[in-house]
T-cell receptor, first 111, second 115 residues
């Protein structure tokens, strides 16, 4: 969706390196979700952010929300081959109804 | 079951035929969502249910698409007179409720191919 822009569209990193994915919304956010998808599979929930300045971490993945800029970033530290996949950000604009998704970022981790 | 299940996992049909896609949400989840994922359009919202009601059908692409939910549980997405542009992966998700911020749990999807 053009309402939600993700960058970069694809990323190749060497195993052990860090990476960052950005998600920028052109409209007001109520909540911002990060999902991961492997080819041919459904979406796996990573994190949900609501408040401006909120930051959440799980294992080696950290997500932040900049409410002023309507932007979120997903950062992976010391990437591993298991981090490969498509990362999608989804915007909730109406408190629990439909999600609008970005175009996705395809991540490949080279061993 | 433990997660959202969808059936069939793959469906190949001929142009003009009707298809039905099924979604079994997580037990106790009152909200159910249908999305479509295609190469050209990415992941798009189709319709959501709160209980058996569908407050938002705005994402359904045409009147050939319809969905229903019975007993606050299973949902069926029906596509009539399928067209080649309907080919996509249809994803279903459920959440505890459709108000506030609740994680949406996704099923594995149904890959529809219209020949």
């Amino acid at each position: 969706s053009q309402e939600l822009e993700q960058s970069p569209q694809s990323l190749i990193v060497q195993e052990g390196k860090n990476l960052t994915i950005n998600c920028t919304s052109s409209k007001t956010l109520y909540g911002l979700y990060w999902y991961k998808q492997k080819y041919g599979e459904g979406l796996i929930f990573l994190m949900m952010l609501q408040k401006g300045g909120e930051e959440k971490s799980h294992e080696k993945i950290t997500a932040k929300l900049d409410e002023k800029k309507q932007q979120s970033s997903l950062h992976i530290t010391a990437s591993q081959p298991s981090h490969a996949g498509i990362y999608l950000c989804g915007a909730d604009r109406a408190a629990g109804n439909k999600l609008t998704f970005g175009g996705g970022t395809r991540v490949l981790v080279k061993p | 079951g433990a997660g959202v299940s969808q059936s069939p996992s793959n469906k190949v049909t001929e142009k003009g035929k009707d298809v039905e896609l099924r979604c079994d949400p997580i037990s106790g989840h009152t909200a159910l969502y249908w999305y479509r994922q295609s190469l050209g359009q990415g992941l798009e919202f189709l319709i959501y249910f709160q209980g058996n009601s569908a407050p938002d059908k705005s994402g359904l692409p045409s009147d050939r698409f319809s969905a229903e939910r019975t007993g606050g549980s299973v949902s069926t997405l029906t596509i009539q007179r399928t067209q080649q542009e309907d080919s996509a992966v249809y994803l279903c998700a459920s959440s505890l409720r459709a108000s506030g911020l609740n994680e949406q749990f996704f099923g594995p999807g149904t890959r529809l191919t219209v020949l």
